[in-house]
């Protein structure tokens, strides 16, 4: 009998270790179990320039530091972002490397942002919220959300989320996406359905193809009053057009994402009436990272095992 008869596992080629790096401490614990064959490592005890990583996790936000290390990375196999857009990423993924978004991880909160948006503009909160400071108990009417016209602009999980979260307040909903299908406009349709609106929101991904879609011809067309909500990319809306409109009354805004990010502390935006802004905080809820690394957890499992990895950027 020959010792690989007696014990066949140390006949057996070793299996590869693949380092995976994290951005939070708090990550490994999140993930649920991790096959043989991963080296878990974080930002806590190792730089992800020293860390020779196959699998990269990126923060929410990545600095330009990190973004630069990628190239140097001489073993990068995937990026994995915790976000759902990657416009800020793709050009500093090497090639040959596969890049894998979150999508679908924040759907929930964002809905839930969106939501919040429509019922606190549409009544009048963030006027009251100003006049608090003041102690002042002036009262004015304001509209209600049942019966208004909204237009979804961008039609993947989260507009679907937004669209069952008003359906009870007795709301008609239009969708437009960048590809057409049964019950959804192409975005070629955009100016017909954007002044048949009474609340616009845009749910769009950035990049070329929406950069500027929303710009000063197609502000113009929407009635006067109505309410745009941007839960995307700030690039997909013409800035200054929109602040003018805003400052002349003729257009109200709810904005989580903005175009420069983040918004200069002087723009007028922070302090006009008709406009609310929160810094890009969507998707920041205590449940952010627990859903995010258990979606992570199954990625790098597939990894581990040769499987084929979900949300990979080529096929979105």
Request: glycine residues 10%; aromatic residues 4%; hydrophobic residues 40%.
């Amino acid at each position: 009998m020959t010792d690989c008869d007696a014990t066949p596992d140390a006949c057996r080629p070793a299996q590869k270790t693949h380092v995976a790096w994290l951005p939070h401490d708090e990550a490994p614990s999140l993930l649920g179990e991790v096959p043989a064959g991963l080296q878990l490592v974080t930002g806590a005890n190792t730089e992800l320039s020293a860390s020779n990583a196959a699998f990269v996790v990126l923060p929410q936000v990545p600095g330009p530091e990190q973004l630069a290390v990628l190239a140097g990375l001489p073993g990068l196999k995937v990026v994995q972002l915790m976000s759902s857009g990657y416009d800020h990423v793709l050009a500093h993924v090497p090639g040959g490397v596969t890049l894998c978004t979150a999508r679908g991880s924040h759907t929930v909160p964002v809905a839930e942002w969106v939501l919040t948006a429509i019922l606190a503009c549409t009544r009048g909160l963030p006027g009251y919220v100003r006049r608090q400071a003041d102690g002042s108990w002036d009262q004015y009417e304001s509209g209600t959300v049942a019966g208004l016209r909204v237009l979804l602009v961008g039609y993947g999980s989260i507009a679907a989320a937004v669209e069952a979260r008003l359906g009870p307040f007795g709301v008609a909903i239009s969708r437009a996406a960048r590809h057409e299908r049964p019950g959804v406009h192409s975005l070629a349709d955009l100016d017909d359905l954007l002044g048949q609106a009474d609340i616009v929101v845009l749910l769009l991904p950035g990049g070329e193809a929406t950069r500027g879609l929303i710009d000063r011809r197609r502000l113009g067309l929407l009635a006067p009053g109505a309410l745009l909500v941007n839960a995307g990319r700030g690039s997909v809306v013409d800035t200054r057009a929109m602040t003018d409109r805003v400052r002349s009354g003729r257009l109200r805004v709810a904005l989580d994402v903005v175009d420069p990010e983040p918004l200069p502390p002087e723009h007028e935006l922070w302090r006009l009436e008709g406009s609310l802004v929160t810094p890009h905080v969507a998707s920041e809820v205590t449940s952010r990272l627990p859903t995010v690394y258990g979606f992570v957890g199954r990625q790098l499992r597939s990894f581990a095992l040769g499987g084929r990895l979900e949300n990979v950027v080529s096929d979105e």
